[in-house]
């Protein structure tokens, strides 16, 4: 039996991934994603960041779960990761 998941939840599905835990990502931290990542945020008008996993994922309703990779994961290292 796959769990279910609540709205706003983590769209990995990580352990810690409640939805008070997705953070929109800032102008500070959007800078230093590399360009093409940069670029389709901008142009989806905004992403949103797990905090317990490091998922950066697209926050527009219509790609709500669009990943795009990670960005200080404590699993897959600091930086970004695809
Ligand atoms: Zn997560």
Same mark, same amino acid.
């Given at each position: 039996m796959p769990r279910t998941y609540p709205p706003g939840y983590c769209p990995d599905r990580c %352990? =810690? $991934?409640? %939805?008070? &835990?997705q953070m929109t990502v800032q102008e500070g931290m959007l800078y230093q994603l590399p360009d093409t990542v940069r670029a389709e945020i901008t142009a989806h008008g905004g992403a949103k960041r797990c905090?317990?996993?490091g998922l950066v994922y697209l926050s527009a309703p219509l790609q709500m779960g669009g990943r795009l990779g990670f960005w200080? %994961? =404590?699993? &897959? $290292?600091q930086g970004w990761a695809d």
């Open positions: %352990s =810690g $991934g409640r %939805s008070d &835990r905090t317990y996993c200080n %994961s =404590g699993v &897959r $290292g």
